[in-house]
């Protein structure tokens, strides 16, 4: 594998163990099953795994409340299990992260429970206490609706206890040194079992200040240095993928200006603005978010993505952008959640419209950044509104027509298997899909082949071309003498569009189409005028058919300097 920057291109798929694939007919995905579904992996052509959290858990957050750093969840399998699995995808060349959720325990971590008991526990000052009722203890909860508070009184400790997310998640006192200590000591083991890096869960708040007489909460910077640099002494290529959802303004602050903060942040910013842009088939405020999250280190990646474990939050859009968006995608009560968010997956979202859902993959795949899919998104899974909160777009995984799609031999999966109605395993699973080569998985594996393709997206600089029809977005890289052009048609109805290719001195270029046979040449003004169907995209290499040559110069050089400007 090669290792310089790996990320800079990588094709990501997250998944829990959980609902993968079960191989000991308990009911229960575990990590012996999705050692059997790497093939499937490589096939698909995702190059990294990012696996949800699978530690010793009361699993009351689906895992995000961890009772033990230092192991395996004997749901999920064994410590041993998981190296197998590990060395699996090594042999594969696929990579590993994994959730590093130490903003908080479950407070069934043996470090909660002694710290309870005592005020003179070791443990105690590695949590954040409060004698008296905090006056904010009913502000900043992260589940509006369904959490209360974010201080709870513990009758055993006599005191108040803070919870940025639900109670049962008290809140480490990541400020403290020992605790400090302790995070590194949990990357570390991770790391020794063959792990590329950590999707690190709820960044701002693990370095906020925490406590009753903290008002607003600061944001203690330099800590995702000390997380970097430790990581990196440890393993040169191991990673730090961000969960912030934050505005661009301190998007610098946490990859950090020397670019020796995080390695990658999630790009919610461009996430709910893509949304809005398919939502309304106005890309104008997508345009600006691109612009808006451009500056980032030459080291640094954004991770994009569709849709996620968690609700799509809109928060970041205007109460107008957000209405509508709720209006088009989740317009009953029951679709939304936290009063910010829609927790459907995408192609119930969609409407099950395959030209909709290939504009969304042809965009994220597109967009400047490493593309992270959502497992099951490859074939179109849909959603259980029955059940609740964000679990509805946590279903197991449909692989075949088998009875619960063949996800478990047991007739009591963890959680029911989407069946009957457009998105029953019946009819939408990979077995099927795998077949049929128009198939949505099928199409899915050869976006991911082309987007590997065109390394210019990972490395290069982007620029957004005018294409004076707002449904419209055109984007084109430049990376070493090496150009792509990429056009979206966001709305229903075909559009003419007319644009220049970008560069002065480009005119006359043809367009080589990467996916199909219709080429574009310039007319004599040197313009392109394109028809696009509705919902049509198009993935063009700018300058003709020499291309081939030139991309020598990406592959004789490795270490690939990125052009990006910080
Ligand atoms: C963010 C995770 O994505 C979410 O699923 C979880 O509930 C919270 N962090 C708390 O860990």
Known sequence: ????????????????????????????????????RLDYLQGLGITTIWLMPFQPSPGKDDGYDISDYYGVNPRYGTLGDFVEFTHGCRQRGIRVIIDLVVNHTSDAHPWFREARG????????WYVWSDKKPANADKGMVFPGV???????????????????????????????QVQAEILKVMGFWTQLGVSGFRMDAVPFVIATKGAKVK?????????RSLREFLQWRQGNAIILGEANVKPKTDMEYF??????????????????????MASADTRPLAAALKATRTRPATAQWGLFLRNHDELDLGRLTKAQRELVFDKFGPDKNMQLYNRGIRRRLAPMLGGDRRRLELAYSLLCTLPGTPVIRYGDEIGMGDNLDLPERNCARTPMQWSTEPNAGFTES?????????????????????????????????????????KEV?????????????????VLILRYDWRNNSVLFVHNLDEQPREVSFATGLPGETGKLLVNLLAEDHSRANDDGKHNLLLEGYGYRWYRVGGLDYLLKRSDIDTDSTGKASHPA
């Not at 607003?216 to 995702?224: F, G, R, S």
Request: aromatic share 14%; net charge negative.
């Open 147 to 177: 959490q209360k508070s974010t201080w709870t009184h513990d009758k055993e400790a006599k005191a108040w206890y803070f919870h940025r997310f639900y109670d049962f998640q008290p809140d480490l006192n990541t400020s403290n040194p």
């Open 256 to 277: 950090g200006k020397a670019g020796d903060r995080m390695h990658m942040m999630f790009n919610f910013h461009v996430n709910q603005h893509l949304f809005y842009a």
């Open 118 to 125: 005592s005020k003179d526990s070791p443990h105690r000052d």
């Open 411 to 451: 007739d009591r999966p963890v959680l029911p298997v989407i069946s009957k109605g457009a998105y029953g395993y019946e009819h939408v699973n990979a077995a099927v899909q795998r077949r049929d080569p128009n198939s949505l998985l099928n199409w899915t594996e050869r976006i991911i082949r082309m987007r």
């Open 216 to 224: 607003t909460p600061a944001e203690q910077y330099d800590m995702l």
């Open 1 to 36: 594998m090669i290792d310089d920057l790996w990320y800079k291109n990588a094709i990501l798929y997250c998944l829990s163990v959980g609902t993968y694939m079960d191989a000991n007919g308990d009911g229960i995905g575990d990590f012996k099953g999705l050692l059997r």
């Open 455 to 471: 390394p210019e997206i990972g490395w290069g600089d982007f620029q957004v071309i005018a294409s004076r029809d707002p449904a």
